[in-house]
């Protein structure tokens, strides 16, 4: 199996691949036109990749069959492009929530005793304990959770041993849920922003969620709360959170940007990081050795699986429901021909199939297939497979 990794990565990784048979092709710094002639010259079956983009051009510039997520969100993968080419997408998803929720922990609390501004102005021969003595602590604060997936539960946690009450909106978190994990469970961000000193964005980055926060949310935000957002900067509206940072003395810490670069060094100046009260990191809260072994670990798992059996872990782009209407379910002897006939039948009614599988019981005898189709097959089709000398039984049922 040809690999090409055009991020940097974790030399085990590299090694792990290398061990498990595949031809890999290290690439950190493709980017762009760059990306789409590697993938043309290495003709790789799988392509590897943290936050560099992978539009069509690069997916139709080879024969690729998987592109694995060397992280957890996938926003920068056509993965629309992806499934209408027949190409999987997979991520690692859980791995690096540690990480993240590590970084936003460290923002939390270099915002309430301004860590950074401390250290740039003793670095200026500045020494100012009476400013910088000015902090509310986080002991008995609100933390407001939006989006409670890998890295929000990790904050859960986190926000306990801080002694902070934690409140969150998720859009499948339950009361149960909440009880179990200590926590309260608002209707909205909205909700949370009101009831939050501190809030935390986790959310995936998708069509729903672009720009979900913005004005009103940052509107109904406490005044001189602190806002956190290590997800995608695309989820909040940053014009609306400049004013409020402004306006109500909102602080933010951010380790994450709209349009930020994709590698690893760039001229990059979003206007926010200037204001006074605005914390700014360089998309690093995946990056810790720990997260990196991890994400590297199961980006192998996924392509050794790949490799052997044929199907994928972790995929993110299969048809959730297909336009299937009923299913075809076939008793057979287990022998050449069977599903043949079968799907000669099928086809020949002009029905589409959607998903099949055929299972064997044990001893190899017989088996039944299941073969998900769109549309009815009349009672000759059925009567037409039935006849196969092979068949059992058929039997249709709608779904
Ligand atoms: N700063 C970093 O280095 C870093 C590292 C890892 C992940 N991230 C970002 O953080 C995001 C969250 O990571 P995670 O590991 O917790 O992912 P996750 O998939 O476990 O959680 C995603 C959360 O987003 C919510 N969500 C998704 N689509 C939604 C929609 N349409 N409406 C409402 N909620 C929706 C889910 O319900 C879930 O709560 C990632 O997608 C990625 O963009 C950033
Ligand atoms: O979604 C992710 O996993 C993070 O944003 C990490 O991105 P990176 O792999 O480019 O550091």
């Not at 609100?142 to 902070?164: C, D, K």
């Amino acid at each position: 199996m040809r690999v090409l990794v055009a991020d940097s990565f974790d030399s085990s990784g590299l090694d792990a691949l290398a061990k498990a048979g595949c031809t890999v092709t290290y690439r950190p710094q493709a980017k762009d036109q760059a990306l789409v002639n590697e993938v043309a010259a290495a003709a790789p079956d799988v392509l590897i990749v943290r936050s560099t983009k992978v539009p069509e051009a690069v997916l139709a510039a080879g024969p690729l069959k998987l592109v694995v997520r060397a992280g957890a969100g996938y926003n920068t993968i056509d993965v629309a492009a992806a499934s209408r080419l027949g190409i999987y997408v997979s991520n690692c998803p859980g791995k690096n929530s540690i990480a993240v929720a590590e970084l936003a922990f460290a923002l939390i609390a270099a915002l309430d005793r301004r860590i950074a501004d401390n250290v740039a102005d003793l670095r200026a021969g500045v020494w100012n304990k009476g400013e910088y003595g000015k902090a509310r602590g986080l002991f008995g604060r609100t933390l407001g959770l939006i989006g409670l997936g890998g890295i929000g539960s990790a904050m859960v946690p986190r926000a306990q041993a801080f002694g902070m009450p934690v409140v969150a909106w998720s859009r499948s978190l339950t009361d149960e849920r909440a009880a179990a994990l200590g926590i309260t469970r608002l209707g909205s961000p909205t909700e949370v922003a009101e009831q939050a000193d501190v809030v935390s964005v986790h959310l995936a980055l998708n069509g729903e969620t672009r720009g979900l926060l913005g004005a009103d949310f940052f509107a109904a935000m406490r005044d001189g709360a602190f806002f956190v957002n290590t997800s995608r900067g695309e989820v909040i509206d940053q014009p609306a959170l400049a004013a409020a940072v402004r306006d109500k003395g909102l602080r933010a810490g951010l380790d994450v940007f709209a349009d930020e670069p994709s590698g690893g060094q760039a001229e990059f100046h979003p206007a926010i990081v200037d204001l006074p009260g605005v914390y700014g990191t360089h998309h690093i809260g995946a990056s810790t050795d720990q997260a990196q072994q991890a994400i590297a670990d199961e980006a192998v798992r996924i392509v050794r699986v790949f490799a052997e059996t044929g199907t994928v872990p972790n995929v993110v782009n299969l048809a959730r429901h297909t336009p299937a209407t009923c299913t075809v379910v076939i008793r057979h002897l287990d022998r050449p021909g069977v599903l043949a006939a079968t799907l000669d039948a099928i086809s020949l009614a002009g029905l589409n199939v959607q998903e099949m599988e055929n299972v064997v019981f044990e001893g190899g005898e017989a088996a039944v297939a299941r073969i998900n189709v769109e549309g009815s097959p009349q009672a000759a089709v059925v009567e037409a497979i039935r006849v196969h000398d092979n068949v059992l039984d058929v039997q249709v049922i709608g779904l």
